[in-house]
Nanobody, 124 residues
Framework: VQLVESGGGSVQAGGSLRLSCSAS???????????FGWFRQVPGNEREGITY?????YYVDSVKGRFTISRDNAKNMVYLQLNTLKPEDTAIYYC??????????????????WGQGTQVTVSS
């Protein structure tokens, strides 16, 4: 399984970005049974789980109401819409995948597959 993130960039506070995670390497028909999470990391800090999509969808409080995770099973894509961005959202954003889902949606150790990350920078 390979994951490639894109869509990061630099925006001003209050702006929006749409991150994409292109997934490949699945067995035929397997993509829909994978769960996906988005994480972010600031240098020197641990990787923070922020949202998850599997049989259910979850968000951490800091992004709830501003970020939206979605997936397109026909295209093997996962998206993260980031609205009302704040300077504290600045980080490298990572897409992660795990077969059949996870028990801890925001725990990085639960996921076997990771992308390389995409930088999001929000200026005040």
């Amino acid at each position: 399984v390979q994951l490639v993130e894109s869509g990061g960039g630099s925006v001003q506070a209050g702006g929006s970005l749409r991150l994409s995670c292109s997934a490949s390497g699945f067995s035929v028909g397997a993509f829909p049974v994978y769960a996906f999470g988005w994480f972010r990391q600031v240098p020197g800090n641990e990787r923070e789980g922020i949202t998850y999509i599997g049989t259910s969808t979850y968000y951490v409080d800091s992004v709830k109401g501003r970020f939206t995770i979605s997936r397109d099973n026909a295209k093997n894509m996962v998206y993260l819409q980031l609205n009302t961005l704040k300077p504290e959202d600045t980080a490298i954003y990572y897409c992660a995948a795990e077969y059949l889902g996870v028990w801890g949606p925001f725990l990085a150790s639960e996921y076997d597959h990771w992308g390389q990350g995409t930088q999001v920078t929000v200026s005040s």
